[in-house]
């Protein structure tokens, strides 16, 4: 083992024992960033930096199961990614699908679609079905995997949704604007149901959401850090889990 490897062992260990599990966030959302640039500078092609990024999927969910987290979101296509080349497209899907497939074969997670399937290739439609009906009776991390995601996409199907839903009820629009709040749209959302995040995790130094759980994050802590994903280790993880842990959270209070 080189020494650095020694060092960075050591460190996160010590950063490790000194986390307050007490204070783990309960939902963590990951905005999946820098895989494409990690490749170039590493020399790789763009399709490279697609795969090492899935792969460093299963190494964050195994971090997680040795903290409190019940549910992950993985931002892994957005909505804006669907105009990209088909050249790069079409292997970035192939490796979201057999990413998705893996997950639902491991055995230990919960997988979860949220995103607009009907924007998706009827390929892509069929793995994420077919994950979350293969998973759905799992006890445990939920893993949301947000493939065709986007914010602003969210809310819009959450309100066509309560609009038809009270249609079929008979409900009229005055009768619904007397009544509507946000518990109404919530119910409608991709992930109704679930905790809002806690903590939003950004790679690559960006620091913006792009749309990610817009409605959901209203209260929840960003964490952003420089590394790119690809290359996202587990003293980084705890680094989030620490710096959220010292926050004091005060929900708008």
Known sequence: MKLRDLVYKLYARRVEGRLDHDASPKHIGVILDGNRRWAKASGGTTEQGHQAGADKISELLGWCTET???????????TDNLDRPESELRPLLNIIENT???????????????????????????VLKEAEEATHDIAGITVNVAVGYGGRQE????VRSLLLEHAEKGTSFEELAEVLDIDHIAEHLYTRGQ???????????????????????????????????????????????????ARHRRYGT
């Open 68 to 78: 409190d987290v019940e549910v992950v979101t993985l931002w892994m296509l957005s």
């Open 100 to 126: 998705v497939r893996g997950l639902a074969e491991d055995g230990r997670w919960r997988v979860h679609h949220v995103g607009n399937l009907d924007i998706l290739p009827s390929r892509t439609q069929t």
């Open 155 to 158: 809310i819009a199907d959450a």
């Open 195 to 245: 905790p809002d995040p806690d903590l939003v995790i950004r790679t690559s130094g960006e620091q913006r959401l792009s749309g990610f759980m817009l409605w959901q994050s209203a209260h929840s802590e960003y964490y952003f850090c420089e590394v790119f994903w690809p290359a996202f280790r587990k003293v980084d993880f705890l680094r989030a889990l620490r710096d959220y842990a």
